[in-house]
């Protein structure tokens, strides 16, 4: 009995020390988003395990965030709840574990696209980008797209 009770007091201890939190990404969280990063550049990604090009552009958002400073950037992860266990295994991957986490926790997943780009209906990649303003440009496409690039550089004084 003590040996089960250690056992199984170790399999939680261990649980524990690898467990990851995606914050719930469900209606209005966009607004939410904006507001509470409001007057700091925002970068709201969103990514799937389903997306290959996702995939290989962790690591280079990884990058990003070691090497540039001044911007917040969020990630979300369009997958389902099944999903999850192999969003969190590409995020420790390529690096990203500190970063902030949110995943999808609505089923009307249209609403959630709606509410970050009223004309997207769900490819991915997919980032908007959020001006210390407010304004909000939207890029469907890979990090390397030159509106990202553009847009990264004005707000680095570049």
Request: glycine fraction near 8%; hydrophobic fraction near 50%.
């Amino acid at each position: 009995m003590r040996l089960f009770v250690l056992a199984l007091a170790f399999a939680l201890v261990s649980g524990a020390a690898v467990a990851f939190d995606f914050k719930p990404y469900g209606r209005g969280a966009f607004a939410q988003l904006t507001k509470a990063h409001a007057g700091r550049p925002l970068i709201v990604h969103f990514w799937s395990v389903t997306c290959p090009p996702c995939l290989v552009e962790l690591p280079q958002w990884a990058k990003f965030a070691a090497e540039k400073k001044g911007f917040d950037l969020v990630f979300v992860n369009t997958d389902s709840d099944e999903d999850r266990a192999r969003a969190q295994a590409r995020i420790e991957k390529a690096g990203l574990s500190d970063a902030d986490h949110y995943g999808f926790a609505d089923d009307f997943v249209e609403k959630l696209y709606f509410e970050a780009d009223n004309t997207w209906r769900g490819e991915l990649p997919f980032t908007a980008l959020v001006a210390p303003d407010g304004g909000v440009v939207t890029v469907t496409g890979a990090i390397d797209d030159p509106l990202i690039v553009a847009w990264l550089e004005k707000r680095a004084g570049k």
